[in-house]
């Protein structure tokens, strides 16, 4: 196969994984990564190929919300040891404006729960104010 004919098909392979909902799960990039091996192409030209044609096509991947995510809550948890409520906000609202309102604020929230508990990160939480464990019982974690 030409490096043209592969091109054109590793890109139809993307469009069509997310045609229906613009959003690349990790999944979905895993399936990708895969038929591009099969291909001969490197896994790092792959997942530069596939950033590249997911920001032509105004596609989320996943994968790299997560890791914008993860980067910002190492920045707030390095400041004092803890993620403060605020912080979770801000964090929020940067995860459902990085999916384009491709995944719900509870998978957004979802989402960062998820990093923090991977992580081991603390959260800051009053005497009286346990939101962390409020928004943990709201998404059914």
């Known amino acids: ?34 038929i591009a091996i099969g291909q001969g192409i490197t896994v790092d030209s792959a997942r530069s190929a596939l950033l590249q044609v997911c920001e032509t096509n105004d596609y989320v991947v996943e994968t790299a919300v997560l890791r914008d995510l993860k980067e910002l809550l190492d920045t707030f948890q390095a400041g004092d040891g803890v993620i403060s409520h605020k912080e979770f906000t801000d964090t929020l609202t940067t995860a459902k404006k990085k999916t384009k309102g491709k995944r719900t604020e509870q998978q957004c929230k979802r989402m960062i729960i998820e990093i923090i508990e991977e992580n081991n990160w603390h959260t800051k939480q009053g005497f009286f104010d346990h939101w962390y464990n409020a928004v943990k019982k709201e998404i059914g974690m």
């Open 1 to 34: 196969m030409q490096v043209d004919e592969m091109k054109k098909r590793f890109v139809e392979e993307v469009k069509l994984r997310a045609y229906d909902d613009k959003y690349i799960d990790a999944k979905e990039e895993k399936e990708i990564l895969q």
